[in-house]
């Protein structure tokens, strides 16, 4: 490939990045961006990560196609290269994301990402969330030698791409795996081969690639899916390879710390955040474009700087490597003590969370319809939707046998119904509806699409909405983004309600801050359960007396219900929400 050609790769790289960022700054953010096309346009970003992966496969095709034809590469070399650029900086934004939150899951998740290896274990990762994007770039390494046998003819590469299309649409529609998993991916990578191949006859002609460009947004614009999606990254690729530009040093500069950057901007955004860096600059389309401005220069920054000390590193080890080595021998073992220490407790903290986790999928969370005459309200009513799980409400099966809060022994005993005695002793014609939301809990992939299951019992009448989730929560990938998405979506709904976000009756350290933290950034009042939350306590227990809607006696007899908050546990929690509502 000659020089210039290289210079419009850098181009691209450059746009998708800056792309990349302003997509994850939009998930994060807790205001309304106006224009729904503008909106659209940036949610679109998020694909861009497709064009990286057919990047990086046309980019290490140019580089050692030719070598592994004639037999002349060095494969040592080539996966000491790979290590060298990837992993010094990788590790330094996973030690950087442990010191900003610490548990024992983050740091098992730490040693795990460190090898480089996370793309093959088919969970997904909260530490540097977007390192997912290394694990399948690093599989794509390891397979690269027979990558190149694929790319041996065209006939045998196009065959390879049809196969990799129908793996995607395999994992797509029957696995419900996304692109997080290698096989989704791999067509993508296959894309850059073929680019590679007919790179060219690309270079000859530049028009058609760009009226194929316009073609095939008009089609992902009308519908995204994977052949959208394929053809979009093919003909920006070609587009690109076409083009005969002369060096930009901004663009050579940014496309030699994309990677870098992309693995870093999410840090800094979460550190701007923490010190209320955003908030000088007002709010809506103003304050999101100076956030994407301040993070993307501070991502470059911290780019620069890092490579730069890592670099200095690397050049004293290499002259005092037995010194150096000892010396990391020693602080490693003395990290390991103290680590020790800390992750023991985290997880003796951790340990009856774990109990209580394991046995809740048991539940099937039956969900209780309320009526339309129970769900219509009128201007002169004070109403008051509480959002929950079991432990708002839980309809009847085998092991609980009332449609109330799970382990209440009576229906006047859960903390919903404690709380609207409250409400009716301090206002007229109070209705209150209690809902099951655990669909959103449990659905990691994409919780939006549940929300409009609220769209019934939201309106522009509620004046009070409790939101008591996150107990079934597994997923933690995209949790914080989601449960923000949910508290807005409430806030556009119901535009006059006051919004309460209840802390996880089976909580730890880390999703009590995150809750906290979610409840500021969203302008909504927080209830603490600070000593109630994994108090036994406040368990139901077994051998529990309850009792069912008719009065009939029932005993607790399943850990699943007996570990849920009994009477004493809803009323504490019941007592909270009210501190907070008189504290109005």
Known sequence: MHKEKRNSIDLLKMIACIGIVVMHIRYNISYEIPGDLFVWIINSFDDFVFLFMAISSFGLCCGYYHAFEDGSINWESFYKRRFAKILPFFITMILLDLCMSFSFDSFMQAL??????????????????????????????????????????????????????????????????????????????????????????????????????????????????????????????????????????????????????????????????????????????????????????????????????????????????????????????????????????????????????ASIPQLSEAEPVPSEEDIERKNEDYNYLAIGNSITLHGIESIWWNEIGMAASYEDHDYFHLVLKYLEENNNNVKGIPFNFVEWEIESQDRAKTLNSLDQYLDSELDLVTIQLGENVRDLTTYAEDYVSLINYVKEKAPKARILVIEDFWSDEYSTELEKTIAEKTGVDFVSLEGITNNSEYFCGLNTIVYDKDGGEHIVEEVAVANHPGDKGMAAIASRIIEVLKAE
Not at 190 to 216: A, T, V
Not at 322 to 350: D, H, M, P, R, T
């Open 112 to 357: 795990v990402e460190s090898t480089l290896f996370h793309g093959f274990i088919p969970v997904e990762f909260s530490v540097i969330g977007v390192g997912w994007f290394l694990g399948i770039i690093f599989i794509f390494y390891m397979s690269f030698p027979f990558f190149c046998i694929l790319l041996k003819n065209k006939k045998t590469a196009w065959l390879a791409l049809l196969i990799a299309l129908g793996l995607n649409m395999i994992c797509q529609y029957h696995f419900d795996i996304s692109r997080r998993n290698f096989a989704f991916s791999f067509c993508y990578f296959l894309i850059g081969g073929l680019i590679y191949l007919y790179k060219d006859k690309i270079e000859q002609s530049n028009w058609w690639h760009f009226i194929i460009i316009i073609l095939s947004v008009v089609l992902y614009y009308f519908s995204a899916n994977t052949i959208t999606r394929v053809l979009l990254t093919a003909s920006i690729l070609a587009f690109a390879v076409s083009l005969n530009i002369k060096p930009i040093k901004p663009v050579s500069f940014i496309s030699s710390i994309s990677m870098e950057i992309y693995l870093c901007h999410m840090v800094i955004y979460r550190a701007f955040e923490k010190m209320n860096v955003f908030e000088v600059f007002g709010g809506g389309i103003v304050q999101y474009l100076m956030t994407c401005f301040v993070v993307f220069l501070g991502a470059c920054i911290m780019s620069v700087i890092v490579k730069f000390v890592l670099e200095k590193l690397s050049e004293v080890i290499k002259k005092w490597d037995l010194i150096i080595a000892l010396f990391a021998v020693i602080i490693f073992s003395c990290g390991c003590c103290c680590g020790y220490f800390v992750i023991k407790n985290e997880s003796n903290q951790n340990q009856l969370n774990q109990e209580i986790n």
